[in-house]
């Protein structure tokens, strides 16, 4: 170990960490959820039961946004809030928003012409859709507005390495940011399949079944950064709570690969007792009457609330050239009033003013990097 901010990390107890500290002092829900954020696969009899569609009127504003974009000269980077003046597909996301993701935690909107279009033409619209819901946050040290969610050719065991980055399965997991969206631009030859489970019915089974897990639990795990902080964070971050209320809101967050790759760069092991829940926990997401799956297909744009449920992806195969590789583009947001959070729960860290709910941080951003703003009401 030769960072010397790891070693310092890896010598806090969990009765140092201000974040447990903080969490103990916050009371916690002992009774069951029972809301719209509660459902499993047999509460979808299809997809059309929750699946929005665009029609004529969405596809002539999408028309005339992207004609006035290549108009103005806009590029992805340049894309202003003012330049967008979609007021029916706004009322649209806005409700989606506030009624479909705040509440089940998902949603989906088909019937995009991708093939009207250039990718970079998609990329402005869809960032745009993300202005029109919130405010889109960076998804990588590079401060990239976008993430192509695309094989590199890189193994996903190695240090450092992001799921999207692979082909790999990638198990239940949330996304640092408040809303995460996805279009997709080309599907796989074969797997590739997009999964959610309720994160609120599987606290209500860890209720029913293993009410001993719950102290571990709203302590928290620590989180490798991946080596994308900036200067004024750590390269682990402190205890991040699995589940955590505020003020009635119950929010989860859960990344399994980065808990593990923060252990192996702390050089500490897993103590039997964080296995077990561990492995309880994925194995729970794993249930089959948990898991609602959707094949996204081109032009289609999916969104997830990543303090109510995980996602989740199954491995795939390329297809054959010259048909197009699968190409997600990743959109991170920032969105008011969807759920009420604790500190401990996004990272926020009064020193910088940084939280997640504001992406990760370019290399050269300098501290406070934004309002200090905690908290999604």
Known sequence: MTDPRIALIAAQTALHSPSVRMGALRPRR???????SV???????????????????????????????????????????DDIEMPVLT????????????????????????ERYSEQEIEMFFWAVGLCMGKGVSQNADGDRL???????????????RGYQTQAHLPFHCDPSDVVGLFCMAKAKRGGLSSVVSGMAMYNAILREHPEYLDLLYRGFRYDRRGEETAFQAPISDFVPVFSQCDGDLSM??????????????????TAEELEVLDYMEALSQRPEMIYSMMLEPGDM?????????????????????????NLLRLWIKAKGIRKLAPECIEFDPASGWSRREGIPKRDAVAPIHEADWSAA
């Open 39 to 81: 459902w499993q696969a047999s509460s979808f009899a299809s997809m059309e039961g929750w699946l929005r569609h665009l029609d004529d009127k969405h596809l002539a504003e999408i028309d005339r946004l992207i004609a006035g974009l290549r108009d103005k000269g806009r590029t992805l980077d340049t894309v202003q809030r």
């Open 91 to 114: 009322a649209m996301l806005q409700d989606m928003l506030h009624t479909d993701i705040a509440k089940r935690g998902f949603s989906m909107i088909r019937g995009f012409p991708v």
């Open 30 to 36: 002992l009774t069951p959820v029972d809301d719209a």
């Open 302 to 326: 999916q969104f997830c609330n990543n303090y109510l449920v995980l996602h989740s992806r199954t491995a795939y195969e390329e297809a054959d050239p010259p048909a197009p590789k699968r």
């Open 147 to 161: 993430g192509h969610v695309r094989s590199q050719g890189l193994d996903y065991d190695r240090l450092n390495v």
């Open 253 to 270: 967050r859960y990344v399994r690969k980065s808990i593990e790759t923060a252990q192996q760069k702390l050089g500490l092991p897993f």
